[in-house]
């Protein structure tokens, strides 16, 4: 996502100073395809190669300079994602990326209650049920280890603005048990007092509705370089959609269920009252 934005920007820059991509080629002692590359963020920076840039295109304050200079330096870096390469497929490590960089995630959940607001136990046991082989011990608490660590996207200042909304059935599914299950109610309850926290609960006797299909994310960014993205998890894969089509399509079956389902103020009262016939 640093790759995409500095590309974005250096873009404009190149365009505002009436610099052809064959003449920035040439200045960073390259080709036409390799500033297009760059521009698009498909491959990394050289420090020297954005300096060199800068310069032609004119830029000479050296707070900016520095600013850009230092993205380019950002971008080439690993995430922190990375020593969990382990235990998560090359598609789901752009999603963390993402994640991480994102100011507003409104996501759709069926099956399973949303990874920013599980609890450890709840995690674990869906960390067993991964497909294509059981997980070791030590691999299950990487899984947790890795949730915890993403969930600082909620504590970290400011933090990340979540709105889930989740079919009803996601909460009467017992998984890990019915100790789990009710945990992870009340740290649901804990999770909707918070103020950049939003949940809204489809009743499992409503009608149905267009979202019905599967599970998706839409991930905002605070960056006007950087294009909203809808993600949609597979079992095996993963699509990342940034077309203008696709996102108003997702947006607007979220913006639907925000309209149609039970106001967010209603979630902890839903809650409370499946809790109280678990126990």
Known sequence: M????????????????????SDAGWAIRSSESKISRLELGRVGFKERDVDDLLTLYGVTDPAERERLLKLAQDANNRGWWHRYGGITP????????????AELIRTYEVQFVPGLLQTPEYTRAVARLT??????????????????????VLEREPPLRLWAVMEESVLWRPIGGAQVEREQLGALIEAVRKPNITLQIIPTGSAGHPAMGGAF????????DLPDIVYLEHLTSALYL??????????????????SGPRPQEAEAQLAAILRRLE
Do not use: C, N
């Not at 640093?2 to 365009?15: K, S, V, W």
């Not at 090359?90 to 960089?101: C, N, Q, R």
């Not at 059981?134 to 993403?150: F, G, I, K, S, W």
């Open 242 to 259: 940034d077309k203008p089509d696709d996102l108003d399509a997702y947006t607007h079956i979220l913006d639907a269920l925000a309209v």
């Open 90 to 101: 090359d598609w789901f490590d752009a999603y963390l990326g993402l994640e991480a960089a």
């Open 2 to 21: 640093l790759r995409i934005m500095l590309g974005a920007h250096l873009r404009r820059l190149r365009e505002r100073s009436g610099v052809t991509r």
């Open 217 to 224: 994310s839409v991930l905002r960014f605070p960056e006007p």
């Open 131 to 152: 497909p294509g082989g059981e997980r070791t011990d030590a691999e299950v608490e990487q899984v947790v280890a890795l949730r915890r660590t993403r969930q600082q």
